[in-house]
């Protein structure tokens, strides 16, 4: 497969080198003149470009700002996010069967999941537009990012979650930080479908990933991998293998790796093939791929134990669907078993990670199986979300505590029973 870079520069309505342009009827719009999610012609998903590509040569420091020259503003709103590990596994290469496999942990930003690159962008945008509410729907790490970032620029924070779906230690990190929580009954998708209602009326500035200024702080995550594997190698992976929820993720990677086709950084013919994981009971985006259709049908009812991907209505998937296809990638659904059992696999590894972000590893074992991932591919696996936040999930997945005595004698004789 082969990926081109982005559109011409539209004339007349780039501010700085940057403007917002329609992936569906290529309309384009000047980036901070006023508020705006979708095109104002069709509908249709926006999406960041400029006018400069820089290449890997021309970014200095380190996180997420240090691709500054590749954002739509100047440093801002930071907690310094981004510069997350890209681990070595080899025991679990070997045990999966590929050549090399990597995993990118999003659980060690600030917050403890990947939202963080995101908001630092998106809340630095909205100071820019001088709005007074940010507002999100969230399956839980959305609203703890928002919360934290919007609680660094002092600005008032608005969360929209569905009510006892969401995990305890999230919920916990929005309210720690001074959100105003409403908890909705409904799913997600509700949610969401209600904070964009807000935001039309002008209640709020949306910052969930159908937001494309969102997007640009997520499409750092692809120019790490590329960046440290060219380190490392001399290459780039083969494959990146991710969860899917909104799909945010997917289109923003596809985006990281056509700017670098386009700044000459990347062969448009070496790009990385994206590869989707959702929960079986979550599944709307890999229907749609296996369907071989342009769009997704939501699914109203959704349950899986991986909360941060229990979501029935993939806004991105519009952008997703042609990064899936055009790298020549794929998306594969999983059980919730299997994403435990590869929850656990990381921990062996030292990973910690919550069900979510292990859909990743659940989906390449899966692949390998079917023999879709063939033996010499290198692959990174990213993972999305710390293990505490979701601790219940954690704890049910470990083991369990042993009781003993408060003596030595009866801790040693415990010690010779089986475990």
Known sequence: ME????????????????WLGCIACEESFAPFSEIRYVCDSCGGLLEVRYVDRPSFDEFDGRGVWRYGASLPLEKSVTIDEGATPLYRVPDLADDVGVETLRIKHE????????????????????????????????????????AAYGSRAEMETLVLLPTGKVAAGKVAQASLHGARILEVDGNFDDCLDLVQALADRGEAYLLNSVNPFRLEGQKTIGFEIVERFLEDYGTVPDRIVLPVGNAGNTAALYKA???LVGAGALSPTDVPKLTGVQAEGSAPLVEAIERGADEVRRWDDVETRATAIRIGYPVNAPKALP??????????????????AAQRDLAGAGIGVEPASAASLAGLRTLRDEGVVSADERVVCLTTGHLLKDPDAAAEAGTDPEPVPAALDGVLAHLETEP
Do not use: Q
């Not at 870079?5 to 700085?16: F, G, K």
């Not at 930003?109 to 630092?120: C, E, H, L, W």
């Not at 990064?323 to 435990?340: M, S």
């Open 3 to 18: 990926v081109s870079a982005d559109p011409p520069v539209p004339p007349a309505v780039a501010r700085d080198g940057v």
């Open 323 to 340: 990064g899936i296809r055009e790298t020549g990638g794929t998306a594969v659904a999983v059980t919730d078993a299997a994403i435990t």
């Open 107 to 146: 659980g060690m930003n600030p917050t403890g999941s990947f939202k963080d690159r995101g908001m630092t962008v998106g809340v630095g945008v909205a100071r820019e537009l001088g709005v007074s509410r940010l507002a999100c729907a969230s399956t839980g790490n959305t609203s703890a990012a928002l």
């Open 257 to 259: 790796f056509r700017e």
